[in-house]
């Protein structure tokens, strides 16, 4: 295993793959960049044909060339960064070969980097210029594989091929109540409904259903402006997803957000998928509701699973809990997931907002036009105003569980956040609640709240969540949200948890190997594998709040 990793040749950190003991010595590669030697970074040049930086950079034989020799000056916690220059106050520490933020103080060589000598150097809102870069990327059907004479079979996965002519990956009933009021009356009429599909076994009645599933929440009502709008629409979008085979939408019937309010929202519908209850009008309505449940699993048990092209695939992508090792192992191997999906002809969904703040510029110059920049900077802007009109912080993040894994800023977070998005080009920029229309990779305004973010993923039409973790977490999403482990400590530790584990990229695994292997894991669960929150039958959704309660 490696014991440290310089992320790219012109950081002045590299970061801890164990615990550093003070004293040990290091052999750290030394940039070719010769403007950095007044910062006593050395100017020793690294031979040619090598280089300093990624994955495959092992912890060097002191005699090989480009090397400097760092002495541990104290203890360097594992996903720490430990400073291999001489930075003054005031100086820039780099890494992932950009500004994480600004030293508090003069460090020296071996020094521990982290929250007290290390603070953001991210403003309020900024103005940005279009800068668009010349990007090493081929689009599906492209020319690599062309030019090359070579051909990869086009990657299929079974899914459910819905009339209105979306694809599911599950094939799930599902209860949406309009307002937090019928909560657990959603909640007994699943348990009861899901009681009777199990007596049904392998029943004609019940074929490819999979679950009754409820969705409470404390909203759709009491609520004004824009709040009431996101209820609606991320309502109205989970009763247009393609993951449920049939819907119940359950009211109470005084609500704001009452049936007939929340139609027009949900546009032209199936009467065979989606059947409608108000609880005031009814004597008993779980009863009621159990009548409906049974002519909706008629309904979609018609549907069978088949081969479906990896271009009809939606998926979102979420880190949480991250650590300091989330840029460099899970997120990454996000990115390279994203890539051969979207070269592939699919589409991917990128969110959390405020954890682009301070490496936002690298999205927008990877913009495919400049409407979309333009685009990706209100995202950008209208967020932090979002945080100014609350008097917040902007960049009040990590949370305490990120700074312990190693992460010091929110600049480290967002540059380590920002590697799901892989090398593409953005296609396209999506509002809170609005659903997916461009292939490609998609820019998704949400909160980094867990449970927020992934609902909306889910309500812009992901059927799949991929969810990059340092920490751990349980939680889930109205998708299949797929856990994956920076390190392999956690995944061996909650193994109820964790899905995938990509800590195995600083043991002996290869980028290309593992991203191959996520593919074809990610193409299993979208043919029916249950992931570890399914198995656990955790189902959760969240609804972003920002104003009044009435």
Same mark, same amino acid.
Not at 534 to 550: C, N, P, R
């Given at each position: 295993?490696?014991?440290?990793?310089?992320?790219?040749?012109?950081?002045?950190?590299?970061?801890?793959?164990?615990?550093?003991?003070?004293?040990?010595?290091?052999?750290?590669?030394?940039?070719?960049?010769?403007?950095?030697?007044?910062?006593?970074?050395?100017?020793?040049?690294?031979?040619?044909?090598?280089?300093?930086?990624?994955?495959?950079?092992?912890?060097?034989?002191?005699?090989?060339?480009?090397?400097?020799?760092?002495?541990?000056?104290?203890?360097?916690?594992?996903?720490?960064?430990?400073?291999?220059?001489?930075?003054?106050?005031?100086?820039?520490?780099?890494?992932?070969?950009?500004?994480?933020?600004?030293?508090?103080?003069?460090i020296k060589p071996g020094a521990w980097i982290h929250t007290h000598n290390l603070k953001t150097a991210l403003g309020d809102l900024l103005e940005y210029t279009y800068e668009p870069v010349s990007l090493e990327f081929e689009p599906a059907g492209g020319g690599a594989e062309k030019a090359s004479g070579s051909h990869r079979e086009a990657a299929t996965f079974m899914g459910f091929r819905r009339s209105d002519g979306q694809?599911?990956?599950?094939?799930e009933i599902w209860i949406i109540p309009t307002v937090g009021c019928v909560n657990n009356v959603a909640e007994a009429i699943a348990k009861q409904a899901n009681g009777r599909l199990a007596s049904q076994a392998d029943g004609a009645d019940k074929g490819s259903v999979e679950e009754v599933i409820a969705f409470p929440h404390p909203y759709g009502c009491s609520q004004m402006g824009e709040d009431q709008e996101h209820t609606r629409q991320i309502l109205a979008d989970l009763v247009n997803h393609p993951n449920a085979g049939g819907v119940l939408v359950l009211g109470l019937g005084c609500e704001n957000s009452n049936i007939e309010v929340l139609k027009p929202y949900i546009g032209e519908y199936d009467e065979n998928r989606v059947k409608f209850l108000v609880s005031q009008d009814c004597e008993d309505e779980v009863a009621e509701a159990l009548e409906l449940i049974e002519e909706?699993?008629?309904?979609?048990?018609?549907?069978?699973?088949?081969?479906?092209?990896?271009?009809?695939?939606?998926?979102?992508?979420?880190?949480?809990? *991250?650590?300091?090792? *989330?840029?460099?192992?899970?997120?990454?191997?996000?990115?390279?997931?994203?890539?051969?999906?979207?070269?592939?002809?699919?589409?991917?969904?990128?969110t959390e907002v405020p954890e682009m703040f301070g490496a936002e510029t690298i999205l927008m110059n990877r913009c495919a036009n400049e409407a979309l920049f333009h685009q990706t900077v209100a995202l950008i802007n209208d967020f932090k105003t979002y945080f100014k009109n609350h008097n917040q912080t902007i960049y009040e993040n990590p949370s305490p569980g990120n700074k312990k894994g190693g992460i010091s800023t929110l600049e480290d977070k967002s540059l380590g956040c920002t590697q799901k998005s892989g090398s593409a080009p953005v296609t396209g920029v999506l509002q809170y609640g609005e659903r997916v229309h461009v292939s490609g990779l998609n820019l998704l305004s949400a909160p980094g709240n867990d449970l927020v973010a992934a609902t909306a993923l889910a309500a812009a039409g992901a059927q799949i969540v991929l969810f990059t973790t340092g920490r751990g977490t349980p939680f889930a999403s109205p998708v299949p949200t797929v856990k994956i482990s920076t390190n392999s400590a956690l995944a061996g530790k909650k193994a109820n948890w964790i899905d995938y584990n990509a800590g195995v990229l600083v043991e002996d695994k290869g980028m290309e190997e593992e991203a191959e292997r996520l593919f074809a894991y990610v193409l299993e669960v979208a043919s029916?594998?249950?992931?570890?929150?399914?198995?656990?039958?955790?189902?959760?959704?969240?609804?972003?709040?920002?104003?009044?309660?009435?």
């Open positions: 295993m490696q014991d440290f990793i310089k992320i790219n040749d012109n950081d002045n950190v590299v970061v801890a793959l164990r615990t550093i003991q003070a004293g040990e010595k290091l052999y750290v590669p030394v940039t070719k960049r010769e403007d950095l030697s007044e910062n006593g970074c050395g100017t020793i040049g690294i031979p040619a044909g090598e280089s300093g930086s990624g994955m495959d950079e092992r912890n060097a034989n002191p005699q090989r060339g480009g090397m400097r020799e760092v002495v541990a000056l104290e203890e360097i916690p594992a996903g720490h960064k430990m400073a291999i220059c001489h930075v003054p106050q005031g100086g820039e520490i780099i890494k992932y070969g950009y500004r994480i933020g600004d030293a508090k103080e003069e694809v599911g990956v599950r094939n909706l699993i008629r309904y979609a048990s018609t549907f069978k699973r088949e081969p479906v092209s990896v271009d009809r695939l939606v998926i979102g992508m979420k880190c949480g809990g *991250s650590d300091g090792l *989330s840029g460099i192992t899970a997120n990454p191997l996000v990115g390279r997931f994203s890539d051969r999906l979207i070269q592939e002809g699919g589409t991917t969904i990128l029916g594998r249950k992931v570890c929150s399914e198995e656990a039958g955790y189902h959760d959704m969240a609804i972003f709040k920002q104003g009044v309660t009435l």
